[in-house]
């Protein structure tokens, strides 16, 4: 009985030291390897060549060779919530998310690095205010340095495999010329004082647009240089943009609200949505935009406004993608899932 005793004595004072061990950061910690990658809710998707690339919750990363069929997860280093990525060439990837995260691929999403992330952020944006010297900067980056890494990057653009920027929470806004190896604060470039959320940002050669909190619409046609606010006559948040011909683009969010300009942002009109359903992904493939929206419907922009397409029910909708003739895919809580090529209309 003593020897029992004394067993089990151990037994519980190992169990509290395993309790008691401190649980490893997660920008320390390996993302969460599941059992069945494509069914794990994801936010953000990519092409990569021939190849897709998907990244989600815990620091989830999956491809697929097949055009959706089937998923592989890739290790990650961290397991942060991923919430974008992006392809600048056929095996380079740059992902983001929360905790300041930037990771890079150089296989084509089977392996990847931790090239930022929030605490690097917050130091880099100190030391540029106190160069700066106006209080009021100074002031609200040391609250990110004391914060500490807890502000998520929500979206990216990468101009070739050196240069692009990240945006995300707050107004926060980084750029790298060197592939993310060193990045440069863009907070005092950018015409937002409000440090208003920035969810979306799209490219197209030297064309830049954000699109973000409390109606928040900037544009830069010389490569990020120079940034200029556009007025649209509605002021809540976009959750998505699209640059689509010249001159012409889309933004969308709360309440299913979609305005589209012709005159590079000068004038806008509103598409009449079907339901005031916030719009939270977008893509424009094979000439045609497709939103998606929370009450999980995929939506085809016409000229006069949005027309619901035939699809299975489904859970809110975090992004899609369609390239070519292969399947639409989208994205979500339930994870991936193939639709028909050409989705019809009811």
């Not at 509605?234 to 959750?239: A, D, V």
């Not at 809110?316 to 979500?332: E, Q």
């Amino acid at each position: 009985m003593r020897r029992l005793g004394s067993l089990l004595l151990a037994a519980c004072a190992v169990a509290g030291a395993v309790q008691a061990a401190p649980v490893p950061d997660a920008l320390e910690r390996p993302s969460l390897m599941v059992r069945d990658p494509g069914r794990t809710v994801l936010l953000g998707v990519a092409q990569c060549g021939a190849r897709l690339l998907a990244v989600g919750e815990r620091g989830v990363a999956v491809t697929s060779d097949d055009g959706g069929a089937s998923w592989r997860q890739a290790r990650v280093p961290v397991s942060v919530t991923l919430t974008a990525v992006r392809c600048p060439a056929a095996k380079t990837a740059f992902a983001v998310g929360h905790g300041g995260v930037v990771l890079n691929s150089t296989d084509g999403g089977d392996t990847w690095s931790l090239r930022f992330d929030g605490k690097r952020a917050a130091q880099l944006a100190l030391d540029a205010a106190r160069s700066g010297g106006e209080a009021k900067a100074i002031q609200e980056a040391q609250r990110l340095v004391a914060e500490g890494a807890d502000k998520p990057f929500l979206d990216l653009h990468f101009f070739d495999a050196r240069r692009g920027l990240v945006v995300g929470a707050y107004g926060l806004a980084f750029a790298t010329e060197d592939g993310g190896q060193t990045w440069q604060p863009l907070m005092q470039r950018l015409p937002n004082p409000k440090g208003n959320h920035l969810y979306a940002l799209r490219g197209q050669g030297n064309t830049l647009l954000l699109a973000g909190e409390q109606g928040l619409v900037l544009l830069s046609t010389d490569g990020g240089r120079e940034y200029r606010r556009l007025e649209l006559p509605y002021q809540g948040s976009f959750f998505t943009a699209e640059l689509l011909r010249e001159q012409e683009m889309l933004v969308a969010g709360l309440r299913g609200n979609v305005w589209r300009s012709a005159d590079g942002g000068k004038s806008w009109a509103q598409l009449a949505s079907p339901a005031p359903v916030s719009i939270t992904a977008s893509t424009n493939a094979r000439g045609q935009v497709l939103l998606a929206n929370q009450a999980g419907e995929v939506l085809a922009v016409e000229q006069g406004g949005l027309v619901p397409l035939k699809t299975p029910p489904m859970q809110p909708l975090n992004a899609l993608h369609s390239a070519g003739s292969g399947p639409l895919v989208v994205f979500g809580l339930q994870g991936a899932i193939q639709l028909p090529p050409a989705p019809t209309r009811p």
